[in-house]
């Protein structure tokens, strides 16, 4: 019994200083630091279509620059905005956390959808003009041009931050 415990002990050591070090080191910016979560599988990448909630913006046409911060904590500052009917803004994103977030722009049912999606291929690569990834300490934007009076949301699409989450809404009026 005495030798079998020692066994398992030695051959559960470097899993332990393996953890160990994980926690110590490599935690933070875990999309940054995964292969494959910048480039993705080939043909896996989808773009957003046109819906209700609006249309890429023309960055001659923005009326308004709204400044926002992410963070580790799940949250957008501000996470409820207020536009009017076609209005064209420029989000301004800065990241403040550790790890990697986004922005993404649609109707619940289809970030949801995106978020199950995301859930299921965590290295699949997403890109589209309804949405911007950023990496720890950096920041990026998005030009949108929303549409008819009615609520959009936005959320952050990175595996479980919705869910724990990390959502915010537009109200077009
Ligand atoms: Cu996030």
Redo the contacts with the bound molecule.
Sequence with gaps: MNKFLSVLLLSALPVLSFAADHKAGSMPDMHANMPGMEHGMAGMEHEATASASGKAGDPAKVSRTIVMS?N?T?QFTPNNIVVKEDETIRFFIKNT?T????MVIGEMSELKEHAEMMRKMPSMKHASANMVTINAGQSGGIVWQFGKAGVVDFA???PG??EAG?TGKVTVE
Aim: glycine content about 8%; some cysteine; aromatic content about 0%.
């Design positions: 992410m580790d799940m956390g790890m990697a977030h986004e952050c699409l990175a931050h919705m990390m």
